[in-house]
């Protein structure tokens, strides 16, 4: 027999707007209090969770450096030996996919000003449609 409250159990609360896909590699996590070297446990555009000892304050600034990549963030929550970071700036898809080993998203060539037909209107155009 069900609960009568399962019938209006709710959901936890989704607070990320991006997910986050797991991945392992070397970070530092520098703010005007110190330096702390660790893990970059999980990576999206918009935030990351760090493995580090002791791990700073929630609210405190801090540059973000992993591979060869380094990004302004705060620190939006700190427990035992991880905390997570909201970066200031959306990182590219194209970091994300380079930090996860994944190949970068191809987004094809970009349209080329002289295929652009000047001074007609769309409307005038003969669709394949029309033929």
């Given amino acids: 027999m069900a609960s009568p409250w399962a019938a209006t159990a709710h959901a936890p609360i989704e607070r990320r ?7 392992d590699c070397a970070a530092r996590l520098q703010t005007p209090g ?14 990351a969770r760090i493995h580090v000892a002791h791990p700073p304050a929630e609210g405190v600034l801090a540059l973000l450096k992993w591979h060869h990549h380094e ?7 700190s427990a035992d030996d991880m905390c997570g970071v909201q ?5 590219s898809d194209d970091v994300v996919a380079e930090t ?6 191809d987004r094809g ?9 000047v001074g007609q209107r769309r409307s005038r155009l003969r669709s394949v449609d029309d033929a």
């Fill in 17 to 23: 707007l991006v997910g986050r896909a797991r991945t």
């Fill in 34 to 47: 110190g330096d702390w070297h660790g893990r970059l446990w999980d990576l999206s555009e918009t935030g």
């Fill in 71 to 77: 990004v302004f963030c705060r620190v939006v929550w």
């Fill in 87 to 91: 970066f200031e700036r959306r990182l």
């Fill in 100 to 105: 996860l080993g994944e190949a970068p998203v």
């Fill in 109 to 117: 060539p970009a349209a080329s000003v002289g295929s652009i037909p």
